[in-house]
């Protein structure tokens, strides 16, 4: 008798080895987490690399941008302003203001690598705190339907930067202690 597979996790699969042989820049890997630029995409407990959001107040949100060490603070700020952009966007609230940013390193986070290996990933968080408003107050508040390609574009020219992993793996010992 053949295995039965629920449907969702059927359907996790099937598109997590499609981004894997699809050419997707972030392939496997945003499903891993491995280095090299973060996608614009959701975080979740299957591929935690990406964006998620949590709301502050009325058009106050919190975007929160996941990496690995090897992101850099600038493009997991910019992967979570494309998102503020692109939410603002979709409520048709015109203008976005950045309130606060800030960058955390969290410890920990086991990957299995071989038979008897574990690897520690630590990981790299920006939130970038942000308000809506239908009219800017200043020239600081960004266009939301402007913005959003723009970040989209500037996240999709970058590249990994030559020593950016070693680098990424040095403030990750000097933080969390370990390898």
């Not at 959001?53 to 975007?63: A, D, T, W």
């Not at 939301?144 to 930067?161: N, R, V, Y």
């Amino acid at each position: 008798m053949p295995i039965r597979w629920p449907l969702g996790f059927t359907l996790v699969l099937t598109a997590g080895l499609s981004a894997g042989c699809g050419g997707n820049s972030a392939g496997l890997g945003g499903l891993m987490g491995s280095a090299g630029p973060v996608a614009y995409q959701p975080s979740n407990a299957i591929a935690p690399n990406g964006y998620s959001h949590s709301e502050l107040g009325p058009n106050r949100l919190r975007v929160r941008a996941t990496g690995n060490l090897e992101n850099s603070r600038a493009e997991l700020e910019k992967l979570a302003m494309a998102r503020a952009a692109q939410m603002g966007a979709e409520q048709h609230l015109k203008y976005v203001h950045v309130d606060a940013v800030a960058e955390n390193i969290v410890c920990g986070g086991k990957k299995i690598v071989g038979p008897n290996e574990v690897k520690i990933r630590h990981k790299r968080t920006v939130d970038v705190d942000v308000t809506f408003a239908k009219e800017a107050a200043d020239a600081t508040w960004l266009n939301t339907k402007d913005s959003f390609p723009l970040f989209q574009g500037e996240l999709a020219a970058l590249a990994p930067q030559a020593g950016a992993s070693e680098a990424g793996r040095e403030e990750g010992l000097q933080k969390c202690g370990s390898s």
